[in-house]
């Protein structure tokens, strides 16, 4: 359970519109302000709303994991060289 006391309270923005469609000026400067987090925080509980809205559905995040590493050459290889190469190396 969230401690919503915690979370910052947002500052309310307005505008009035007349005459036709608004820019996303407005939509751009608001989401700017509220930073990367906010912006996380409402795409997902959009994405939940519409899950939810499907009977039966709870939405899940896929997870997956990558675990990247480094290969470092070894001491005096050059760069084009490859320790577990099957090549022989080239003589000059």
């Known amino acids: 359970m969230e401690n919503c006391e915690n979370k910052p309270h947002p500052k ?4 009035l519109v007349k005459g036709g469609f608004p820019d996303r000026s407005f939509d751009i400067e608001f989401w700017q302000e509220q930073g990367d987090e906010a912006i996380f925080e409402a795409a997902r509980e959009m994405v939940e709303l519409a899950e939810e809205a499907k009977p039966g559905r709870k939405p899940t ?15 005096g290889a050059s760069g084009s060289e490859r320790k577990d190469s099957k090549c022989p190396a080239r003589s000059s």
């Open 12 to 15: 309310w923005k307005t505008r």
């Open 61 to 75: 995040l896929q997870k997956n994991v990558t675990r990247l590493l480094r290969v470092r050459p070894s001491p």
